[in-house]
């Protein structure tokens, strides 16, 4: 056997769909992949996936690329599992991690998806590609589309971080600003498909991309040596990062993989500015309806409304966690606060999680006793504008240590 998925099936009705044609939604909604988890017992054991290789990759029997094709790879992950006793200390937790996913390709965890979505377009005979991004997705899918030899197209709202301009462009995507949010971007990407002839790779609207994301869920649950984590915090856009991850503990959990089958808390965070998610949370509702105006300096977390709402909210619901907006204000102090501490490259989307921690300690909702992982999804250092660093300029023939040692 050269792969271990057993068919494809529509999220909302269960539908099941044929493995090795080329999909995007299904009556609308995300498509998501399914394996044959029993032949994967018989053939692999977390000991045999110790002895590979540090990327994502070494869950192979757990992504749909057939085992002998090559996969467009630019060597992402496992990142670093990283615990923060500084932050912890002043938090008052004393087991708190980040997860660092700044370190990957182009500096954030959009190559996980890139890497498996890329490789899956490849192999079924995809030349060219597009998508919205709000910054990240648009880098990420240029790198691995050049590495591939495809042809990409990049669409993002005009005022998106200016390294996500500068990243497609190097990459040699076709990449183009538009007056107006991601959804409206990701309308010109569902419009050109036919006069463009493009394969659309946006959010959870092919089903590969959250492949890649579910490894964040495998990775975590191998560095806790296969046990979880009390609490997630994950920064939510358009939830390929939660989603994957929940897949990847039920997948684990039926792998009969984990030494214990308590499921983590997901907490979803989003900014204040743009939070559909936690609206419907609130609500009791299944579906989210667009934000209104959304606005945040959190530019990843700027999706109004996301085609899989119903599986995040699921999801959220399913492990009896919550979801929260952080204050826009703390956005930038928190990026400060939490980089500055620990040495770790705090993306602003990351700093919304850190405004809710502190939230549900203060009510009660984490205890100190917890074991709480916080994702890094992206490095500070692709957003210069969310916390500007004007450095003062010294005159070198008048050095006043004074000054400096203020
Ligand atoms: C740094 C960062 N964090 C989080 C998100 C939200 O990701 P998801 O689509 O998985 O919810 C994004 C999406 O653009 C992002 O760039």
Request: glycine content about 10%; charged content about 25%.
């Amino acid at each position: 056997m050269t792969h271990f998925v057993s068919h494809l099936e529509g999220a909302i009705d269960g539908t099941r769909l044929e493995f090795g044609r080329i999909y995007n939604l299904h009556a609308g909604k995300p498509i998501v992949v399914r394996y044959d988890l029993a032949a994967v017992r018989k053939v692999v054991t977390p000991t045999d996936i110790a002895t590979r290789p540090p990327t994502l990759w070494r869950y192979r029997e757990l992504l749909p690329l057939p085992l002998d094709v090559e996969p467009v790879t630019l060597g992402e992950g496992m990142t670093p599992l990283l615990k923060c006793d500084r932050l912890g200390g002043e938090l008052g937790l004393p087991n708190l991690f980040v997860k660092d996913e700044s370190q990957l390709p182009t500096g954030s965890f959009k190559s996980r998806g890139m890497t498996a979505a890329v490789s899956m377009a490849k192999w079924l005979g995809v030349k060219r590609v597009a998508l919205p991004t709000a910054g990240n997705a648009g880098g990420g899918a240029a790198a691995y589309a050049a590495r591939a030899g495809l042809e990409c197209f990049v669409f993002m709202p005009q005022d998106t971080p200016v390294v996500s301009h500068f990243e497609p462009h190097l990459y040699g995507a076709k990449a183009f600003r538009v007056n107006g949010l991601i959804n409206d971007c990701g309308k010109i990407v569902k419009d050109g498909t036919e006069p463009m002839g493009w394969f659309d790779l946006s959010t959870l609207k092919e089903p590969y991309r959250l492949e890649g994301k579910k490894t964040m869920g495998l990775e975590l649950a191998e560095q806790f040596g296969w046990k979880l984590p009390d609490v997630i915090l994950y920064p939510t856009g358009g939830g390929t990062g939660l989603i994957g991850m929940w897949k990847a503990f039920q997948e684990l959990r039926e792998l009969g993989w984990l030494k214990s089958d308590k499921m983590p808390r997901l907490i979803s965070c989003q900014a204040e500015g743009c939070a559909p998610i936690v609206t419907a949370f609130d609500k009791g509702e299944r579906f989210a309806e667009l934000f209104p105006n959304a606005a945040t300096a959190a530019s990843g977390l700027r999706v109004p409304v996301a085609v899989a709402d119903f599986l995040i909210l699921d999801a959220i619901r399913a492990s009896g966690g919550t979801a929260v907006a952080g204050a826009e204000t703390a956005i930038a102090p928190w990026m400060k606060r939490a980089s500055s501490r620990e040495g770790i490259s705090i993306c602003p989307e990351t700093a919304v999680c850190f405004d809710v921690l502190e939230k549900l300690i203060v009510n009660g909702d984490v205890k100190p006793s917890e074991t709480v992982v916080v994702f890094n999804t992206g490095a500070a250092t692709k957003y210069l504008e969310a916390l500007p660093a004007e450095l003062p300029l010294l005159e070198k023939e008048r050095i006043d240590w004074d000054k400096i040692g203020a």
